[in-house]
């Protein structure tokens, strides 16, 4: 069993950054492949980003590349999402999710994932 804990949503103006966090309690970290969703009011949850055990290797959805970065600290046992530029169409509840599968081409399905956290929202003012 994994619990996963997000942090750092707020309040932002379009243009600024905001840095997601997500704390899991597993006691192998490294055993997860790791992965940010994201939810907007009145639409589906949609992937974000995902990152392997071991950090080297990264996937983004096409909306968010070149503006947001996925990353793990496997000694803190957290996986971060450093978001820049952002805008108001990335208003949404943002979720950590965690995967024992290894990823690659199924990284942005949701149902794969067994783990997963209360989410953090994010808006962005226009």
């Known amino acids: 069993q994994v619990q996963l804990v997000e942090s750092g949503g707020g309040l932002v103006q379009a243009g600024g950054s905001l840095r997601l966090s997500c704390a899991a309690s597993a006691r192998t970290f490294t055993n997860y492949f790791m992965g940010w969703f994201r939810q907007a009011p009145g639409k589906e949850r949609e992937p974000v980003a995902a990152i392997n055990s071991s950090g080297n290797a990264r996937y983004y959805v096409d909306s968010v590349k070149g503006r947001f970065t996925i990353s793990r600290d496997n000694a803190k046992n957290t996986v971060y999402l450093q978001m820049n530029t952002l805008e108001p169409e990335d208003t949404a509840v943002y979720y950590c999710?965690?995967?024992?599968?290894?990823?690659?081409?199924?990284?942005?399905?949701?149902?794969?994932?067994?783990?997963w956290g209360q989410g953090t929202q994010v808006t962005v003012s226009s």
């Open positions: 999710a965690a995967r024992e599968r290894p990823g690659f081409g199924d990284w942005n399905i949701a149902r794969l994932y067994a783990y």
